[in-house]
């Protein structure tokens, strides 16, 4: 049994999907995906595996992601990242968007490049597919591998297993048509390959059994990376699925040295709650296990433990000197598309547009949910029009505390049914809050999912307002690849936004 000390899981906590690893010297660099939020494909960095800092992303200007007009759940669906020759590289699908996409940069902080299109061999089309990774052989022939699932066309939906293809760096065109690689054992859902030449072998890591609570991740090598490759025994190596353990989905997992020279996998996961244990708050987030190579040359692959961080605390002091950091994100837009920290010193100002938070492209500016008990909030100055304080799984899930006109309103918006609790508002300012906590609907033998409570602060009087249960803003309700981000927004006029604080634990 290993005596290393137990790392946190989660690793990054919230939405922080799909997540792909490459070590650079004595640093791990780790990229995920961001779907139809921008800016796009979060690159974080660490020096012990423990303590991870979001240096950058890859998509920082408009049109290295077409996700302005993408369906919800498209966008970057998940990355590989990789290093080779001073170069780092990022292939990702921007699934109904522009398509497979390769990115590169010299530094993983950025800029990134504006991303070129993969296509087949004649140019006229992206290779159809998602999830692609990148290796490169001994001569320096590149290779993208990927999950052959048709996202456009007549033949949308069809899916073909996992299928690869040598391809061009220079044109970004595909040297051959694509073959069929090694897809699982019978698993639903064969994606996420890896490949990786390790000790003369070539293995090939995909995950299997659909994205959900059968999700796994299965192994294969082969002597060259064209395969044909033989599957290890006992796959698949990792998954939750039929047990009680609380990090469930495990999956779509990439392999990295961590921490001397350890071997590690980076991967997906939720945390369910509930009776059934059957609601995950936020969503799929990044998680790691330990790896064991064999004797055979076969690798083992721990459980995945859970080991959550301490508590925390964030506050924004918005100033026109200091530029929104890099966890601020918005819908099909840049934060900086709405947020004006310059019209009024100390606040973050949102003119609205006509759009609301059930359009594809609201005004809105948030951060992820990263603690399961968390309370979030911020006062507003709706003087001049009506906004408030969100959290939001996509224009058809989402819950809010709203101010302006004269009135407060707490609002649960959970597919085609509304409802709304309302209190006067008897001044132009006031401080919104959405707490994550215990509800009236827990159990005493299960860990509950935390009830969403609304609440109003006016002229030093707090109001409160609704508990709404938060089952219905869970990724099973709502059907969603992303997860709880909690925001401001404006829905008329203009809204000024001060003293953002964020706090919570994951007891």
């Known amino acids: 049994m290993t005596t290393t000390p137990a790392l946190p899981n989660p690793l990054i906590a919230g939405f922080h999907p799909d997540p792909s690893a490459v070590r650079v010297g004595d640093a791990w660099y ?90 087949v061999s004649d140019g006229s089309r992206s290779l159809d597919g998602i999830d692609p990774d990148i290796v490169w052989d001994a001569a320096g022939t590149a290779y993208i591998t990927y999950s052959g699932l048709v ?35 019978g698993g639903m859902f064969p994606e996420a390959p890896h490949l990786y030449e390790i000790d003369g072998r070539w293995y090939l890591l995909i995950a299997e059994g659909g994205t959900e609570r059968g999700h796994g991740v299965s192994l294969a090598r082969a002597d060259t990376p064209e395969g044909p490759f033989e599957a290890a025994p006992g796959n698949p190596l990792v998954s939750a699925r039929s047990t009680t353990r609380p990090v469930q989905n495990t999956g779509h997992g990439d392999l990295v040295t961590g921490p001397d020279g350890e071997w590690v996998c980076v991967l997906l996961g939720v945390r369910p709650r509930g009776m059934t244990r059957a609601f995950s708050a936020l969503g799929r987030e990044t998680f790691v296990t330990r790896v064991a190579w064999q004797p055979d040359g076969w690798p083992t692959i721990d459980p995945v433990p859970l080991n959550p961080r301490p508590g925390s605390r964030i506050e924004v002091a918005f100033s026109p000197e200091t530029p929104l950091d890099g966890e601020w994100i918005s819908v099909r837009a840049l934060p900086t598309d709405h947020a ?35 309370r979030t909030s911020v006062e507003v100055d709706v003087s001049a029009g009506i906004g408030g304080l969100a959290v939001r799984y996509d224009e058809r899930f989402h819950v809010e505390v709203e101010a302006g006109a004269g009135a407060i309103v707490a609002r649960a918006v959970v597919g085609d049914l509304v409802q709304e609790w309302r209190a006067p508002l008897t001044a132009p300012t006031a401080t919104l809050h959405i707490d994550c906590g215990p509800g009236s609907s827990a159990v005493s033998f299960a860990p509950a999912i935390h009830a969403l409570h609304l609440a109003a602060t006016v002229d030093g009087q707090r109001i409160p307002l609704a508990e709404v249960d938060g089952r219905f803003l869970s990724s099973e309700v709502t059907e969603s690849f992303t997860g709880r981000v909690i925001g401001v927004y404006a829905r008329e006029g203009r809204i000024d936004a001060t003293a953002w604080v964020a706090e919570g634990d994951d007891e």
């Open 340 to 374: 004006d920290l310059t019209a009024r010193p100390g606040w973050m100002r949102l003119d609205a547009d006509g759009s609301t938070l059930g359009d594809p492209r609201p005004v809105f500016v948030g951060r992820r949910q990263v603690h399961l008990a968390q």
């Open 151 to 185: 996202l456009g066309g007549a033949d949308a939906g069809t899916h073909t297993g996992i299928q690869q293809v040598r391809v061009d760096l220079e044109t970004h065109r595909a040297l051959e048509e694509p073959r069929s690689l090694w897809s699982g054992v």
């Open 30 to 119: 780790l990229a995920t995906s961001t779907f139809e939020y921008l800016p796009g494909i979060p690159i974080h960095r660490s020096t012990d595996f423990v303590e991870w800092e979001l240096i950058g992303h890859v998509a920082t200007r408009p049109g290295q992601l077409g996700v302005e007009h993408v369906p919800t759940a498209g966008g970057a669906w998940a990355p590989t990242l990789r290093h080779r020759d001073g170069v780092f590289h990022v292939v990702v699908t921007d699934a109904m968007g522009r398509g497979m996409l390769h990115f590169t940069a010299t530094d993983p902080a950025g800029p990134w490049s504006d991303g070129d299109l993969l296509t």
